[in-house]
């Protein structure tokens, strides 16, 4: 077991992928896949990370509201905070944007 033992394993325990963890601690990655599978071993309870659809339990699907017409999941608003920042635009117009340039070429494309 590491020093961060305890740090680790409360983090996973959230959910925390073991790569954000280890920048989060400044550790190396193995160390954080060790201790979690020690933890295990051990008979700690930690959720398996998500990368896809998990089995255990259903992913909840955290939304954000932009304005009263846009509705985000909450992953996606990072992503598009910085991406409309970087734009100088605000994140509802650039949303606005992205949304209508998709649908006009779908349309476009598929008639």
């Known amino acids: 077991m590491s020093r961060h033992y305890s740090d680790?394993?409360?983090?996973?325990?959230?959910?925390?992928r073991p790569q954000a963890i280890a920048q989060r601690l400044n550790l190396h990655p193995q160390t954080v896949y060790a201790d979690i599978r020690k933890a295990r071993m051990v008979g700690v309870k930690?959720?398996?990370?998500?990368?896809?659809?998990?089995?255990?339990?259903?992913?909840r699907l955290d939304?954000?509201?932009?304005d009263p017409q846009?509705?985000?999941p909450l992953r996606l608003?990072?992503?598009l905070v910085r991406e409309a920042e970087r734009a100088g635009k605000s994140p509802t117009d650039l949303a606005?944007?992205?949304?209508e340039?998709?649908?006009l070429d779908?349309?476009?494309r598929h008639g």
């Open 8 to 16: 680790i394993v409360a983090l996973a325990k959230q959910r925390h």
């Open 46 to 59: 930690i959720p398996h990370f998500l990368d896809n659809e998990s089995e255990e339990e259903p992913a």
């Open 63 to 66: 939304v954000v509201s932009l």
């Open 70 to 72: 846009f509705v985000v």
């Open 77 to 79: 608003k990072t992503l």
């Open 96 to 99: 606005r944007e992205i949304l």
């Open 101 to 103: 340039k998709g649908l």
């Open 106 to 108: 779908r349309v476009t």
